[in-house]
């Protein structure tokens, strides 16, 4: 069945950057799209990211330019960058499958942390 991983989150200080990672199995993430959120304790889930199965991407307001989204159709993986970390970005980011008609995901992994530091 399907699975997604999340890795690549760690404690960072302010102005770092970060690759965080899903591997997909059960699923092929080109033939869905692919989503980023992110979820600070005591607040609400945020959706940071989207890629559709053309590779057109759009991100939240809150990342401010900051964050990219690809897929890495051999590895099967979906991946996002962050630079220029800042504290708030502090939350587990979280990824997940949906498919084109879908409003909301299917899936969802496990979640990995992001600490940002001052």
């Known amino acids: 069945q399907v699975q997604l991983v999340e890795s690549g989150g760690g404690l960072v200080q302010a102005g770092g950057s970060l690759r965080l990672s899903c591997a997909a199995s059960g699923i092929i993430t080109s033939f869905v799209a692919m989503d980023w959120y992110r979820q600070a304790p005591g607040e609400q889930r945020e959706l940071v990211a989207t890629?559709?199965?053309?590779?057109?991407?759009n991100y939240g307001d809150s990342v401010k330019g900051r964050f990219t989204i690809s897929r890495d159709n051999a590895k099967n993986t979906v991946n996002l960058h962050i630079d220029g970390l800042k504290p708030e970005d502090t939350a587990v980011y979280y990824c997940?499958?949906?498919?084109?008609?879908?409003?909301?995901?299917?899936?969802w992994g496990q979640g990995t942390q992001v600490t940002v530091s001052s």
């Open positions: 890629i559709d199965t053309r590779g057109r991407t």
């Open positions: 997940a499958a949906r498919r084109i008609s879908d409003l909301s995901p299917h899936y």
